[in-house]
């Protein structure tokens, strides 16, 4: 596990564009397409603005991406809680990727049926062995969430599916997440995580005793790949 800190978000979402053009070049140099999950919540919009503009814009070949969605709120693509949504407005909407090869969460779909296409599509673009995502990019919330993993759920200890759909009783709403067997298959995880109210959980994350229920993002941990955290000061605070 790699630990990066920057000084603040400014300099955190720059560190990330730059880890993701290089690591884009890299596999692209031995294969012709990138797999990349986003995240969704406010820590990469920075990112994603930067993304869309000079130099990343024109160094990465959009053109090769495949970009899934690790997780997403049930509601419509145009709804300000989307994190498709959140991306095509200040990334998607400002580069070329074809569309057949931006790959959504069908929330115009009942959430179980919502949650049964996207397994489909996932299982038909990576087979059912081997590793999955090139990169995955993941938030952390205030509480240890990542993904749609939230404390307390049992997504969290999911074994076999890829995909779930589930009803969050604390914000009242559907949430669509891939898992941890699927995730842990990838070949890297950054972990973007920003700002003060992150210090406490991310101190227990990383340096607390393993208790998943409670910090579900620490049941993620590649099997093989890379595992980079890249955090700013304010959220480093209370790490030893
Ligand atoms: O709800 C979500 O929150 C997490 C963390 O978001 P942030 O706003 O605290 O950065 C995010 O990773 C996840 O994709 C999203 O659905």
Redesign the pocket.
Request: zero cysteines; aromatic letters at 4%.
């Given at each position: 596990m790699q630990l990066i800190v920057k000084k603040n978000p400014t300099e955190l979402a720059k560190a990330a564009a730059d880890f993701i053009s290089k690591r884009i070049k890299e596999v692209l140099e031995t294969k012709d397409q990138f797999t990349i999950a986003?995240?969704?919540?406010?820590?990469?919009k920075a990112l994603h603005e930067l993304l869309a503009k000079p130099p990343y814009s024109q160094q990465i070949p959009w053109a090769q991406l495949h970009i899934f969605?690790?997780?997403?709120?049930y509601v419509l693509i145009e709804d300000e809680q989307s994190?498709a949504g959140m991306a095509y407005d200040t990334l998607l909407g400002h580069v070329y990727t074809p569309e057949s090869q931006i790959h959504i969460w069908r929330t115009d779909l009942e959430p179980e049926a919502a949650a049964a296409d996207y397994d489909r599509v996932l299982h038909t673009y990576f087979g059912d062995t081997g590793p999955t995502f090139d990169l995955v990019?993941?938030?952390?919330?205030?509480d240890g969430?990542?993904?749609?993993l939230f404390p307390g759920t049992e997504v969290i200890h999911e074994q076999n599916a890829w995909t779930k759909a589930y009803f969050l009783t604390k914000q009242d709403m559907y949430?669509l997440?891939l898992t941890a067997p699927l995730v842990n298959r990838s070949s890297c995880i950054l972990f973007?995580?920003?700002?003060p109210?992150?210090a406490e959980p991310l101190k227990e994350v990383l340096e607390g005793e393993y208790n998943p229920d409670k910090y579900p993002s620490q049941i993620i941990k590649p099997e093989n790949g890379d595992l980079v955290w890249l955090i700013d000061e304010k959220a480093a605070a209370d790490l030893e």
């Open positions: 986003l995240s969704g919540g406010s820590t990469p969605w690790g997780d997403e709120r994190n990019l993941l938030g952390m919330g205030d969430h990542t993904l749609s949430r997440t973007l995580v920003a700002g109210k992150k």
